[in-house]
Nanobody, 120 residues
Framework: QVQLVESGGGLVQAGESLRLSCAASGTISSINAMGWYRQAPGKQRELVATITKSGSTNYADSVKGRFTISRDNAKNTVYLEMSSLKPGDTAVYYC??????????????WGQGTQVTVSS
């Protein structure tokens, strides 16, 4: 099985920065896209950023220009550099990894989440 473990969350003040990490381990043949999602209290989970194995990235409009996603394929690790944090960024951040499946389908794996709290 595959496990994803996030780290780097914490409590910061508005305007500060955090760097999240997520390492995948277990039985891994290859990983397609990796990404970060977040869920704030009372809200649905939303996409933050994704990155393909080749390095193509996609960001939510709300974080574009402030967050940077990157990955180290050799380490099966994805990172999220967050700067200019706002109270609205407060959420549990979840790591996601997509593995090849049948046809054009993929298997989704999720981490347990790491709390990011931004105070004003």
């Amino acid at each position: 099985q595959v496990q994803l473990v996030e780290s780097g969350g914490g409590l910061v003040q508005a305007g500060e920065s955090l760097r999240l990490s997520c390492a995948a381990s277990g039985t891994i043949s290859s990983i397609n896209a990796m990404g970060w999602y977040r869920q704030a209290p009372g809200k649905q989970r939303e996409l933050v950023a994704t990155i393909t194995k080749s390095g193509s990235t996609n960001y939510a409009d709300s974080v574009k220009g402030r967050f940077t996603i990157s990955r180290d394929n050799a380490k099966n690790t994805v990172y999220l550099e967050m700067s200019s944090l706002k109270p609205g960024d407060t959420a549990v951040y979840y790591c996601n990894a997509k593995m090849p499946g049948n046809w054009y389908r993929e298997y989704d794996y999720w981490g347990q989440g790491t709390q990011v709290t931004v105070s004003s």
